[in-house]
């Protein structure tokens, strides 16, 4: 099978990354956390367009009438 240096370096780095925190989660994050605050770059959140992730959710109530089900109202 043929090996992406690359990827296995990427590999490598991110497992002594979560290794250097004990695989907890919590504290990796923590310290992203803390070097993007150090960073000193805006961040922005984007936020969500109603109705567009829905539809890809499958949620019809916030699609409105045109997406439900009405396969059992035409009996």
């Not at 990827?7 to 956390?33: G, M, P, W």
């Amino acid at each position: 099978m043929w090996k992406d240096e690359i990827v296995e370096e990427i590999h490598r780095i991110r497992e002594e990354y979560a290794k250097s925190f004990s695989y907890d989660l919590n504290a990796i994050f923590a310290d992203l956390r803390k070097k993007q605050e150090e960073s000193g770059r805006e961040v922005v959140t984007l936020s969500r367009k109603p109705g567009l992730t829905t539809r890809w959710s499958g949620r019809a109530r916030d699609i409105g009438l045109e997406a439900m089900d009405t396969s059992l109202h035409s009996i």
